[in-house]
């Protein structure tokens, strides 16, 4: 049972562009999360994170949103640049609770 | 370096051998996750210490897989009577804390032929 659903595997924009990728859960007791960003042969890297008291948290080119009525959140980046290449996950957690629940990733690609 | 540190970075083995996994977390970092991650899929959870309490094993898919951790050092994940099934990239990951922001390492890649 996936809780966490990232159900575009791939995303393909042009540089300059906004990169919109989306997350949907299922299980309505997550009130925290992350995404992360894995370039090939690297472990992922803590991207940016929202806690369920916002809808909005922004770090620079990086936008997360949260709709928790939908149960959906969305990783905005702009511009996008072939550097953010790499694939995105979208995780969540109850809590302080140490697991992190993890959904399959979505490869983005930003042509030059 | 000042990452997590895991090694092998690659092991092919054949079906039915042991494999033994080693994650060297960050210094000072009392959490440490196993995670692994099949083709095609998320990471998944399957083994979480913290400091001396008793590990969360609730992730390991079978008997097979164990894991140990001296103190707030290095882990080993163990696969016994590997099966083409555990093939996945094996990622481990350190926190400073419980909940905290979980630093990952590289990861093993496994291929059990």
């Known amino acids: 049972d996936q809780q966490v659903k990232q159900n575009s595997p791939s995303l393909s924009v042009q540089e300059g562009r906004i990169s919109i990728l989306n997350c949907d859960y299922t299980?309505?007791?997550?009130?925290?999360f992350l995404w992360y960003k894995k370039y090939p042969a690297e472990g992922p890297t803590f991207l940016i994170s929202?806690?369920?008291?916002?809808d909005k948290n922004e770090d620079g080119r990086f936008t997360v949103f949260l709709n928790k009525s939908a149960k959906h959140l969305s990783l905005h980046i702009v511009p996008s640049q072939p550097g953010d290449s790499a694939v995105y996950f979208c995780?969540?957690?109850?809590?302080?609770?140490?697991?992190?629940?993890f959904g399959k990733g979505t490869l983005l690609t930003v042509n030059p | 370096g000042a990452g997590v540190s895991q090694s092998p970075s690659n092991k092919v083995t054949e079906k039915g051998k042991d494999v033994e996994l080693r994650c060297d977390p960050i210094s000072g970092h009392t959490a440490l996750y196993w995670y692994r991650q099949s083709l095609g899929q998320g990471l998944e959870f399957l083994i979480y210490?913290?400091?001396?309490?008793?590990?969360?094993k609730s992730g390991l898919p079978s008997d097979r897989f164990s894991a140990e951790r001296t103190g707030e050092s290095v882990s080993t994940l163990t696969i016994q009577r590997t099966q083409q099934e555990d093939s996945a990239v094996y990622l481990c990951?350190?926190?400073?804390?419980?909940?905290?922001?979980?630093?990952f390492g590289e990861g093993s890649r496994l291929t059990v032929l």
């Open positions: 299980n309505s007791m997550f009130d925290y």
């Open positions: 210490f913290q400091g001396n309490s008793a590990p969360d």
């Open positions: 995780a969540a957690k109850v809590g302080s609770n140490y697991k992190l629940t």
């Open positions: 990951a350190s926190s400073p804390g419980t909940g905290g922001e979980l630093f």
């Open positions: 929202i806690s369920s008291i916002k």
